[in-house]
C-alpha cells in the first residue's frame, strides 16, 4: 500500500539534517571505539557501527515519517511509498574503522523515483 503524505521542502530538508546529524553523532560514538565488522556477500565492509546507525535512522524516520519508505545501505528497503528516503550510515567504513577521518554520512529523499534533495 502506498501512502502519499504533502510535507513542504523546508520540512523535508530539516528533517533531512536532523537525520544526518544524528547518524554523525551516532557514529562518532563508535569512532576510534573499535567495532567489529564483517563483509557483506558483495565483499564489501561493515561495521556494527553502519547498522546500528542505520537501524537508528530507520527508527527516527518511522516516528516522524510513518508512512514514507525507506532504503538503507545496511537494512534494505522498509515500507512501500512514492516517498523514499536513502541511507549510506558511514560511507567510508574502511576509513571510519582505521581511524581515518576520511569518511562521511548521506541522507537523501526521493520523490517518485526523483533525488528531491540530499544531505550530508
Do not use: C
Request: net charge negative; hydrophobic share 40%; glycine share 8%.
Amino acid at each position: 500500500m502506498s501512502v502519499t503524505v504533502e510535507n513542504s521542502f523546508s520540512d523535508d530538508l530539516a528533517l533531512a539534517r536532523q537525520l544526518a546529524a544524528l547518524a554523525s553523532e551516532d557514529a562518532l560514538d563508535y569512532f576510534h571505539r573499535g567495532v567489529s565488522t564483517e563483509y557483506k556477500q558483495d565483499g564489501t565492509l561493515v561495521s556494527q557501527a553502519d547498522i546500528e546507525v542505520d537501524r537508528s535512522l530507520v527508527d527516527f524516520l518511522a516516528r516522524r515519517r510513518p508512512g514514507d519508505a525507506v532504503l538503507g545501505e545496511e537494512l534494505g528497503a522498509l515500507g512501500d511509498s512514492s516517498r523514499r528516503w536513502l541511507f549510506d550510515p558511514i560511507d567510508g567504513t574502511s576509513n571510519f574503522v582505521a581511524g581515518s577521518s576520511q569518511w562521511g554520512t548521506h541522507v537523501a529523499l526521493q520523490n517518485d523515483r526523483q533525488i528531491r534533495l540530499v544531505a550530508r
